[in-house]
Each structure stands twice: as C-alpha cells, then as structure tokens.
C-alpha cells in the first residue's frame, strides 16, 4: 500500500514539472513573435505632415539618421526621429530643402529673398546650370545672380530672371552686344552682317572715327562706299577712310595715296579698281612715286 501511494505522488510531481515546462515554452514562444511584430512595425517610416517626426520608432539598434523614400519621394530621418521640414540642411557635405511637409525638394525653391535650384539628386547646384534651355549662374552660396556678373575674367549679363544674355541690351543708356557664350564683346563685332566697334568697357561706340580710319554712325554700324562725317570724307568697300577721293591728280600731287600691298600702281581715290583692296596701305604721292609706283589710270 504504501510502494502504491508512493508511485502516484511520484506520477503527479512530474506530471507538474511537465507542466510548468510547457508554460514556459509558450511564454518564450509569445515573447520572440511580440518582438517580431514590433520589429516589423519598426521597419517602415513615414513622416507625419506637420508634425516634425516620424510615425516609426526605432527598432531596437542604435539610432541613426539616414535617407528615407516612400514612393517616389525622399525625405530625411534624423537620428532622434524627427525630420527637417520646410528648411535647408547641410547632410554629408551638400545642401538639401525640404517643403513643409519634409519631403525633399529640386528644382527652383526660393529662400527668404534668395533663389537656389536644387539638382535632381536634390543636391544644391552652383556654378552654371542649364534650366529649360536657358543658362543661370549660381555663386558658391547657391544664389542665383542677377545684372552684370565678372565670372572668371568675363563679363555677363543676367536678366532679372536670372537667364543669361545674348544678343544687343542697352543698359544706362549705352549699347553692349553679348556672344552667342553670353560673353560682353570689345573691339570689333559683326552683328547680322554689319561691323560694330565695342569699346574696352564694351559700350558700342557712334558718330565717331575708330582708329582715326573707319567711320561708325549714329546706329553704331560701320560706314561703307559713302561720305561721311558732314560728307567730308569718303570710306571705302571696307569702311577704310580714302584720302583725297574724287580730287584730279594734279589737285592731289602733294596729297595722300594708297596702294594695295604688292602693287606696281598707286590710287588717290577710290576708282573701280580701288574698291577691291582690302587691306590698303596709305602714303603720300611723293613717296609713292619714289617706290616707283605709278597712278593708276583710272584714277588719272
């Protein structure tokens, strides 16, 4: 009797320590597919618009701040799980916007006054960028430059827009031409087949003589075959001043000649053999005759 009840206290203690066991197993098992479920909530983040933070927690690591894209849209986790909204940020060096809702911005985005254009990698872009057909100059702050800008020894001019120049603009009642570069031309320019001189400061020059040899009038153009200056003075094909032009030979002997380099004549005036020299050296008739040139015979 007493070996039998012996055996069934026995039976019950381990039918009691089984138990247990298996409680603990489930604990365990309930305890890891918890942590697992969090840690799939704490995989996705999105930013909650207006708020500043995430919607996610971190997911047990050590917390860092890193890109986050949802669709097709980026937008920045800071270490602490709040984002940047409706600013600029400097992350790894490079300058990014956010809009205010902390999604990451390209393209055109003004700031205070100030405007900047973000590349499609939503990098802040200096330097020239080409927009839409158009070039815009950037400083190394960011900001888009407006009116005259000296870049790297060049002058160009941006429109209020922004958009570089070319072409004719008049500023501060003087003409300037800009390259087809945007580049400001000096010296001599040719515009829609006519000569324009362009001084040092890139002010077209008018009415006057350029080199005490070539005419510019009142629209700036280069005169050619025409009296100029109260018809006084007569310029050539080339626009090259003629001394003496349409004067007898004999009113002329003590006056001005030119020839053309190579030449056994010489000219006092623009005859039609004259008009197609372009690079004419000019003399006087003395000295032309002492080379040992004669006068042409239409100019006789």
Same mark, same amino acid.
């Given at each position: ?119 499609? !990698? $939503? @990098?802040?872009?200096?330097? *020239?960028? %080409? ?5 815009? #100059? +950037?400083?190394? =702050? &960011? /900001? ?16 209020? !827009? $922004? @958009?570089?120049?070319?072409? *004719?603009? %008049? ?5 300037? #031409? +800009?390259?087809? =570069? &945007? /580049? ?16 040092? !400061? $890139? @002010? ?18 280069? /005169? ?77």
């Amino acid at each position: 009797m007493g070996n039998l009840l012996g055996n069934e206290l026995a039976q019950e203690q381990r039918g009691n320590c089984k138990n247990v066991f298996v409680m603990l197993v489930v604990a365990f098992v309930l305890a890891i597919s918890c942590s697992l479920f969090t840690g799939a909530q704490e995989a996705y983040a999105e930013p909650v618009s207006g708020t500043g933070s995430s919607a996610a927690i971190d997911n047990g690591q050590q917390a860092k701040a890193c890109w986050m894209k949802s669709g097709n849209r980026w937008w920045y986790k800071n270490a602490d799980g709040s984002y940047p909204s409706n600013t600029t940020m400097n992350i790894d060096g490079k300058m990014y916007c956010f809009d205010k809702s902390g999604w990451m911005r390209t393209g055109w985005a003004k700031t205070g006054n100030t405007w900047h254009y973000f590349a499609k !990698s $939503g @990098a802040m872009t200096t330097g *020239w960028q %080409k927009v839409s057909g158009k070039w815009y #100059y +950037l400083d190394q =702050s &960011g /900001a888009m430059k407006t009116g005259w800008q000296n870049i790297n020894g060049t002058w160009y001019f941006l429109n209020s !827009s $922004g @958009a570089m120049k070319t072409g *004719w603009l %008049k500023q501060g009642g003087a003409w300037y #031409y +800009l390259k087809g =570069s &945007g /580049a400001m031309a000096t010296g001599w320019q040719k515009a829609s087949g006519k000569w324009y001189y362009l001084a040092g !400061s $890139g @002010a077209m020059q008018a009415n006057k003589w350029i080199s005490g040899k070539y005419w510019v009038g009142a629209s700036g153009a280069m /005169a050619t075959n025409s009296w100029v200056d109260g018809k006084k003075y007569y310029v050539g094909s080339n626009g090259a001043w003629i001394p003496n032009y349409g004067k007898s030979s004999s009113s002329a002997q003590s006056g001005s000649a030119f020839y053309a380099s190579g030449s056994k004549v010489y000219h006092t005036h623009n005859c039609r053999s004259a008009v197609r020299i372009k690079n004419p050296i000019y003399t006087t008739i003395a000295k032309a005759q002492a080379q040992g040139l004669r006068l042409c015979k239409n100019c006789a």
